[in-house]
Nanobody, 121 residues
Framework: QVQLVESGGGLVQAGGSLRLSCAAS????????MGWYRQAPGKQRELVAG???????NYADSVKGRFTISRDNAKNTGYLQMNSLKPEDTAVYYC???????????????WGQGTQVTVSS
């Protein structure tokens, strides 16, 4: 079994910061890419940021310069540092991980349960 657990969400005022964590646990051999997505009420889930196993990153235009994605491979944990938060960043944030459960095993995508981020104006 593999579990991804997000933490660090909450209520913050506009201009504030939050740091989300995504801890992967269970039978994991290696994690390839990790990503953060968000879904606001009435909207589709959208990519916020992604990071490869080698550390290459990509961001949605709406968060460039404000959000930073990172990972700690030794801890199987990903992070999303969110600065200068805006009310439009309000959403449920989900992490995912593309990982293999054993050596030479296939890659499979796993999702966390989500964490609420609310930014007040």
């Amino acid at each position: 079994q593999v579990q991804l657990v997000e933490s660090g969400g909450g209520l913050v005022q506009a201009g504030g910061s939050l740091r989300l964590s995504c801890a992967a646990s269970g039978s994991i051999f290696s994690i390839n890419a990790m990503g953060w997505y968000r879904q606001a009420p009435g909207k589709q889930r959208e990519l916020v940021a992604g990071i490869t196993s080698g550390g290459s990153t990509n961001y949605a235009d709406s968060v460039k310069g404000r959000f930073t994605i990172s990972r700690d491979n030794a801890k199987n944990t990903g992070y999303l540092q969110m600065n200068s938060l805006k009310p439009e960043d309000t959403a449920v944030y989900y992490c995912n991980a593309d990982l293999s459960r054993y050596r030479y095993g296939p890659l499979s995508l796993y999702w966390g349960q989500g964490t609420q981020v609310t930014v007040s104006s």
